[in-house]
């Protein structure tokens, strides 16, 4: 059974860091691109990034490139997200999900999603 577990958020000043984790369970991560998206309050959820696990490679939304940073630990079924810079509109829930092998910042095409963790940045 998939089980995908957020932890990390909070809040955090403008200009500030912080780092989201997604612990991963009941599959292969190699199999499985893992994504970031987050929803605001009154908006539609959108893409962050994702780690693509075939090729390793990652992707960002443009408004997050320079200042996010995606990676996997394999050896603890772990993906993160680190978070720099963060802004006032980076406020949100952060989820993590998983689709079949290739990266999409498009949530409606992933299946399986974790609960969410806050992350609110204001001063």
């Known amino acids: 059974q998939v089980q995908l577990v957020e932890s990390g958020g909070g809040l955090v000043q403008p200009g500030g860091s912080l780092r989201v984790s997604c612990a991963a369970s009941?599959?292969?991560?190699?199999?499985?691109?893992i994504g970031w998206f987050r929803q605001a309050p009154g908006k539609e959820r959108e893409g962050v990034s994702c780690?693509?696990?075939?090729?390793?490679?990652?992707y960002y939304a443009d408004s997050v490139k320079g200042r996010f940073t995606i990676s996997r630990d394999n050896a603890k079924n772990a993906v993160y997200l680190q978070m720099n810079s963060l802004k006032p509109d980076d406020t949100g829930v952060y989820y993590c999900a998983i689709r079949p092998y290739y990266c999409s910042l498009d949530p409606h095409e992933y299946a399986d999603w974790g609960q969410g963790s806050q992350v609110t940045v204001s001063s």
């Open positions: 009941g599959f292969r991560m190699d199999y499985y691109a």
């Open positions: 780690f693509n696990s075939r090729d390793g490679r990652t």
